[in-house]
Structures are given as structure tokens and as C-alpha cells.
């Protein structure tokens, strides 16, 4: 963000702060609660959100370097994406041609730079999914051309630091559509370059829209996180930006009244605001003092849901102590998320699995959980099975 809109954000918090108040919406949202359990509706999200919709990868410095890949198989369709010699990015189906195993796990480097190698029996591919090196090819898959047994593509776009892969090989999309501003909003962050710390994987027994909910509001600092969050952030009050599909939550950190006193020249406002971005349908950014994490959540099934948590800093630590302080902070995180957070919601959604007929009540001054769900409801509108009432 630049340094003019992260000045004007700190100006409005500042105000809100003074008078207590948060970006509202027009009216009260209310969602059949069967929504976060129905098999059907999974099915559709499914294909819709996750096959057909492009999906955040990453930022940009998540492969930072020529042969530097990700892999992750979590939308349905395996998918490998690696930057190329020229420093453009590619991506793949993860299947081998020969049959059928992924070439890589997570986050991974192409042997020699060059070629993307398969564990099972070793065909060998380049950067632009070519098939190159084929072991006892001559006598064993004599019939076979080569040519027409390369990896097959997906469209993979790279803009404001941020990576974007579409599943299904059979569509293309816009960029700047699935960013809708959010990405020249957020480009000062430097998502180019930041370092990967690490990734966290938890896996969680909560459909995926009921994990993504509690990321998209401020509003439960106080009564579930009165020793750790809401320490460090106030309850209830964020300054809401719609972008497209997406969205941005600016909120401010304890101690922000203390920039009043200050000339604007001097503020340091990364210190004391906080982002969550949330890019459509299932990640969130967090820009937390010097450093930014991102939270992907993936549908298992209706059910269940898994989350890879990735924290990205400006330096990688350079001693054994400095990496340890960045590792209990990064598993400080999580554990909040996790212990605090997520041992509740796994109970919301016993009861969402009771079948007690209900619907949930999305305040207006919950405007990123409203907005998640809108979208989502928009995308699989023709449908109609979203139940969404106003
Ligand atoms: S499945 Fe890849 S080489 Fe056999
Ligand atoms: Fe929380």
C-alpha cells in the first residue's frame, strides 16, 4: 500500500477509534445454517469455486527463483506451477504421463534447474512441460511420440506480487477481473520480496466457509480472544474496502492513539494498523507489523476443511535463536487460530450438523463476512442454492 492511502486509513481508524464506531452495511444478512453442510451445495462449490474460478497460489517470492515450483493438490485438480528460465511462470496438471503421479510436493526445485523429475520411474520434463528424458524409452514406449506427452497446461497469471492458477485446463480468465483493484491497493507490501518463512498445515473438522468466517470479522476479539488478540488489536472496529470479488479490513493495533500526538511525517503506521485481505473465494492476507501471512482454506468435503497458514518476512533469520523467536511467533499464530478459534467453531458445526433448522444472523457489522458470502451466492446463483436472505 502506498503511503498515501496507508496515512488516509490511518486517519479514518483513528477517528473510528475516537468514536467507537466500524464500517457498517445496509441491513443484517441472514444464511440457512444448512448451507455449511449441504453435499449438494459442496458438489457445486466444488466445481464452480475451486475447478472453475481461478485460486491464489501465492506471492510472488514463494518462487523467487528459475525452477522453483508449488504443487498442491487441494482444489480436486492436481496442479504444479514453476517459474521458467525467463523468470515467467507456468503451470501444469500434476499427472505424469506415464501414469499418472504427481512430479512434486509443496514447495520444490526442478533438478538442475532444468527439469521437473517424476518419483515413480523418473520421465523427466522442462520448464514448458516438455517430455524430455524418458528411461529405456527406446524399447519400452517405442510407439509412443514424444511430442504429444508434455505436461498439460494451465493458464497462470502473475500481477501486483500475486499468483494466480486456473484448475480446470479447459478455461482462461482476466487478472485484472479476479483482482478487482485489490492487487494495486496492496503492491507496496512487497510481495515480491518477502522470504517464505514457513507453511503450517491443519486440518480441521469445519466446512470451509465456516473456517473462513471467523477471519473476515473483529467483531469476537474481546469474548474469545481476551488474552492474546485482543491484547494487541480492538475489538469490533475495521474500516471495510470492497475490490471486485475481494476485500480489505484495515483495523487498528492498541496504541494507535498515540499517533495523534505525532506529526504525520513521523507515524509508523505499519506498526500500528492492520490488513486482512481476502481474495475470492478462499484466502486471506494478514499485514502484521513487518511481515505478511497468508490463510488458504480448502473444502475436504462438506464437512471438513484444511488450512495452510504461510508466514512471509522481510529477512530470513540469520541465527539459530532468531529463527527460534520467528518460529514461536509463527506457532503463537497459529495456535490462536487453532486452540482458540477452531476448538469453538468445530462445535458450531455439530450444530450446524444437528439439522435443527436455523438461520444465521451476519451483523452489519460483519461487512467481510457478508461480502464472502454474497460473492459466493452471486458465482452459484443460477443454482439457487446459497439460501442467502436479506
Ligand atoms: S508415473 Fe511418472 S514416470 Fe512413471
Ligand atoms: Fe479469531
Same mark, same amino acid.
Given at each position: 500500500m502506498q503511503h498515501e492511502q496507508l496515512l488516509d486509513e490511518a486517519r479514518i481508524l483513528l477517528d473510528m477509534v475516537e468514536r467507537r464506531s466500524t464500517s457498517l452495511t445496509e441491513s443484517v444478512m441472514q444464511l440457512d445454517a444448512a448451507a455449511y453442510a449441504d453435499p449438494g451445495l459442496f458438489q457445486r462449490e466444488r466445481s464452480e469455486? !475451486? $475447478? +472453475?474460478h481461478a485460486q491464489f497460489v501465492g506471492p510472488?517470492?514463494?518462487?523467487?527463483?528459475?525452477g522453483d515450483f508449488y504443487a498442491f493438490g487441494d482444489t480436486g485438480i492436481p496442479i504444479l506451477v514453476v517459474r521458467r528460465e525467463d523468470r515467467s511462470l507456468a503451470a501444469f496438471v +500434476?499427472?505424469?504421463?506415464?501414469? %499418472? =503421479?504427481?512430479? %512434486? @510436493?509443496g514447495c520444490g526445485q526442478a533438478r538442475k534447474n532444468r527439469l521437473l523429475s517424476c518419483?515413480? #520411474? *523418473?520421465?523427466s520434463y522442462d520448464l514448458d512441460g516438455n517430455l524430455v528424458g524418458l528411461p529405456f524409452g527406446k524399447e519400452g !514406449? +517405442? @510407439?509412443?511420440?514424444? =511430442? /504429444?506427452?508434455g505436461l498439460r497446461p494451465l493458464d497462470v497469471q502473475e500481477k501486483d506480487g500475486l499468483i494466480f492458477v486456473m484448475p480446470n485446463p479447459e478455461l482462461h480468465f482476466d487478472v485484472n477481473d479476479v483482482l478487482g483493484g485489490i492487487g494495486a491497493t496492496m503492491s507496496g507490501f512487497g510481495f515480491d520480496r518477502h522470504h517464505l518463512f514457513g507453511i503450517k498445515r491443519v486440518e480441521t473438522a469445519i466446512n470451509w466457509k465456516l473456517n473462513m468466517? /471467523? !477471519? #473476515? @470479522? !473483529?467483531?469476537h476479539f474481546d469474548a474469545l480472544h481476551p488474552d492474546t488478540i485482543a491484547t494487541m488489536s480492538y475489538n469490533n472496529i475495521c474500516h471495510y474496502r470492497q475490490y471486485g470479488r475481494n476485500h480489505s479490513l484495515s483495523s487498528p493495533r492498541? *496504541?494507535? @492513539? =498515540?499517533? $495523534? %500526538?505525532?506529526?504525520e511525517r513521523d507515524w509508523n503506521i505499519r506498526d500500528n494498523v492492520s490488513f486482512v485481505n481476502y481474495l475470492f473465494p478462499n484466502t486471506v492476507i494478514f499485514v502484521v507489523g513487518d511481515h505478511f501471512q497468508t490463510w488458504r482454506v480448502y473444502p475436504i468435503d462438506q464437512r471438513r476443511s484444511v488450512v495452510y497458514h504461510s508466514m512471509f518476512v522481510p529477512e530470513l533469520p540469520q541465527t539459530a535463536e532468531a529463527r527460534e523467536q520467528m518460529e514461536a511467533f509463527f506457532q503463537m499464530i497459529n495456535d490462536v487460530a487453532v486452540r482458540e478459534d477452531y476448538a469453538l467453531v468445530e462445535k458450531m458445526q455439530v450444530a450446524v450438523d444437528s439439522g435443527i433448522e436455523r438461520r444465521v444472523h451476519i451483523g452489519r457489522n460483519e461487512p467481510g463476512v457478508q461480502n464472502m458470502h454474497r460473492q459466493i451466492s452471486e458465482v452459484l446463483a443460477p443454482a439457487q442454492v446459497v439460501r442467502l436472505q436479506r
Open positions: 469455486l !475451486f $475447478r +472453475n510472488s517470492c514463494m518462487l523467487p527463483e528459475p +500434476n499427472i505424469c504421463s506415464h501414469r %499418472g =503421479a504427481p512430479l %512434486g @510436493e518419483p515413480y #520411474h *523418473g520421465w !514406449f +517405442n @510407439e509412443l511420440d514424444r =511430442a /504429444t506427452l468466517d /471467523t !477471519f #473476515h @470479522e !473483529f467483531y492498541i *496504541g494507535i @492513539e =498515540a499517533l $495523534r %500526538g505525532q506529526d
